[in-house]
């Protein structure tokens, strides 16, 4: 959670570099928080229009790019390289690949290490 947390409030912060860690758990919980909205919207509230979803998917929208464009840093890759998910197939499997891969070691243009903090 304490992840999930850190990625909210730098909300906006589309520098420095984040971990694997920080991505994925933050990647984790956006599913489970995605699901159990869905369900709601469904069963409980017997909405048509799943509007809780999409008012926290829209809500959220921001702090998921910031990460993962501290992400891209991360490797030493630009942020556009987000860009490339909208290629069909091939730009989602290569950004997967991309945010799979190990940090780059020591500083890099983007910041400092976040395995050295």
């Excluded at 860009?83 to 799979?100: A, N, Q, W, Y």
């Excluded at 190990?102 to 395995?115: E, I, L, M, R, V």
Aim: aromatic fraction near 12%; charge should be positive.
């Amino acid at each position: 959670m304490n992840w999930y947390l850190t990625a909210l409030k730098k909300y906006c912060d589309f520098s420095g570099r984040a971990r694997r860690r920080e991505y994925w758990l933050f990647q984790l919980f956006q599913m489970i928080a995605l699901i159990v909205l869905a369900v709601l919207d469904q069963v409980v509230l017997r909405q048509a229009v799943p509007i809780l979803t999409v008012v926290y998917a829209l809500g959220t929208i921001l702090p998921a790019w910031g990460v993962l464009v501290r992400r891209l840093h991360d490797i030493g890759r630009s942020g556009w390289w987000m860009l490339i998910s909208c290629v069909p197939l091939v730009g989602g499997i290569i950004l997967f690949v991309f945010t799979v891969m190990d940090s780059q070691q020591g500083d890099n243009q983007f910041g400092a290490s976040p395995k050295a903090a």
